[in-house]
């Protein structure tokens, strides 16, 4: 796993951290660590897991702080039998193209395909959730072909819709809500990374894998 790290972010929380890099052997670790931290002691509140780091928050006046640091750290270094797959299978449904996707043109003509041929790269492969953050649901899905690795917009948006499907920097996303962003905007799904009205309001966990299948105009409309 490289180099382990832990460090203070607080007074009430903890930074454990690998290799700097996005990788799914480092992640697999980090998802596996992050449950086995919740049960580690009562006074743990929250587990954030990063691309390669995991935060465990924790009550002060609960622990004893070295102690607890202690036994983070005999945990992270643990060795561990992590598999291919750790998460759930989550199929999403994309419009494609048109004015759900504004920039797949763009991108076409950047990287010497069609849109049709974009379309196939990006629905063809199963991308893991990394991170969920940025704002609330907002899944960051590695890796896109590396033919679809284009950097950020130049300029960013003032308002990307809810539900975007978007490229950057070899990953890929889902807006969850209306909100700016820089992201390459190629289709449009009905999915909702985040709904405060389900039980468990986020539909994506690191971990996760993600499918996309397109779909048409008609059938994202609901009339076919």
Request: glycine residues 8%; charged residues 25%; proline residues 8%.
């Amino acid at each position: 796993m490289g180099q382990l790290r832990i460090v203070p972010a607080g007074d009430a929380a903890w930074l454990v951290e690998w290799s700097a890099r996005i990788d799914p052997a480092i992640s697999r670790n980090a998802v596996a660590f992050a449950g086995e931290v919740r049960h580690l002691h009562p006074a743990v509140r929250d587990v954030v897991v990063g691309y390669c780091s995991v935060t465990v928050y924790f009550d002060p006046l609960r622990v004893d702080d070295e102690d607890f640091e202690s036994r983070l750290r005999d945990l992270a270094a643990r060795p561990r039998d992590v598999g291919e797959t750790d998460g759930a299978e989550v199929d999403v449904d994309v419009c494609y193209g048109g004015e759900f996707g504004p920039d797949l043109p763009d991108v076409a003509a950047r990287v010497g395909m069609s849109e049709s041929e974009v379309i196939a790269l990006h629905a063809d492969r199963t991308y893991r959730v990394y991170v969920v953050g940025f704002i609330p649901g907002f899944p960051y899905m590695a890796s896109v072909d590396e033919r679809l690795a284009l950097p950020r917009r130049d300029s960013p948006r003032v308002r990307v819709p809810a539900g975007s499907v978007a490229i950057a920097a070899g990953q890929t996303g889902i807006y969850p809500r209306e909100t700016p962003g820089g992201w390459h905007l190629i289709g449009r799904t009905r999915a909702k990374p985040y709904d405060r009205a389900r039980d468990n309001p986020f539909l994506f966990k690191p971990g996760d894998r993600v499918r996309f299948h397109p779909i048409d105009r008609a059938q994202f409309e609901g009339t076919s």
